[in-house]
């Protein structure tokens, strides 16, 4: 395979700068396991504590997930919409922006420069970067759909979950006096990036390449998009109300959250399902092998980690034991790597396949 347009390479050094930090991120994961299973010395504690490495790993996580979704996305808009990125200069300068932000937000956790909040502690000047940074984004992509003036399920489903991502996260811009209002609306921004628009993102990405490696008709892959955007509708907003039982809200919203959570990675499993299903009554084999066994595993490990663990643990009488014990640090873990590492590693493979 080639690439059809020129404008794709610029997902190139997205996915570089992208791998990189998920490199980062493992190496700092490392230094964390450690930390609870040998006594460090204290001047080393005092140099690296766990909480600004903690704050480290995590923010590292956020910044090259968003990294590989917007680089996926600049290399899959031109094949949607049959045209050039509308401004590639504005790709690079949105990357350069985006990682200047992640560096000097990084370097300020070592010297204690933070917000607190937990995945969201980069400073409020960094945040109003961030959201240039996002705006950038959306107008270069919006510019290339609306000039293109073709409209794909796809494409529509990837950019409503974009928006929606964007608008998710100025919720994290202002600073709430009342503490319980104040993490009332940081499970907006956390929950609805998780399990809402960056499920759409991911549905929408993983529909595009599998119609591209399996040559399954686009029909059969865009019909799982539909039943994407129904669940995302009754589930991932209902779902926020398991995070609501140390808040004080009424006990319903952790039998309607731990219900309708469980059910949002369905559509993605049923999806590959379905494209598996095609192919194995197909004469003619497929490209991308390692490609579509990436997207089986992420759906499946998806499905287990978020979907499954993911019910177990939200459960009222569970949760009230589990509650920021080790089970949430391992159904967060499962559940990220299934849901959107694998997905991301996916998509580094398709580029380099794509691109040859």
Known sequence: MALTYSSQRLA????????????LQIVV?????????????????????FSTTRAIHTNLLVLWLLLGFMGTTYFMIPEETEREIYSPVLGYLQLVLLVGVGVVALAGFVFGWTK????????????????VGALIFLFNVGMTILQAR????????????????????????????????????????????????????????????????TNVPRETVEKWLYVELGLFLFTGIAGTGHHYYWLGAPKYWLW?????????????????????????????????????TLAVGMSILHFVGAGFWGFLHTLPQINYYTHGSQVTVAHGHIAFFGAYVLLN???FSFFSFASG
């Open 12 to 23: 190139y050094p997205y996915f570089v700068v992208a791998l990189l930090l998920f490199a």
């Open 345 to 347: 590693l996916m998509f």
């Open 150 to 213: 073709r409209w794909t399920v796809v494409q529509g489903s990837l950019f409503g979950g974009l928006v929606f991502l964007a608008v998710m996260y100025l919720f994290n811009l202002p600073f709430y006096s009342n503490l319980s209002i104040d993490w009332y609306y940081w499970w907006w921004v956390i929950h609805l990036w998780v399990e809402g628009a960056w499920e759409l993102i991911a549905a929408a990405l993983t529909a595009w390449i599998l119609i591209k490696i």
């Open 256 to 292: 309607v959250g731990g219900i309708f959570s469980a059910l949002e990675p369905v559509p993605i499993l049923l999806m590959v399902w379905d494209a598996w299903h095609y192919i194995r009554n197909r004469r003619d084999g497929f490209q991308g092998r390692l490609v579509f």
């Open 29 to 49: 994961g490392i230094w964390l396991a450690l930390s609870y299973a040998v006594t460090m010395p204290q001047g080393l504690v005092d140099i690296l504590p």
């Open 116 to 131: 607190g909040k937990p995945l969201l502690e980069i400073p409020f000047p960094l945040d109003y970067l961030v959201v």
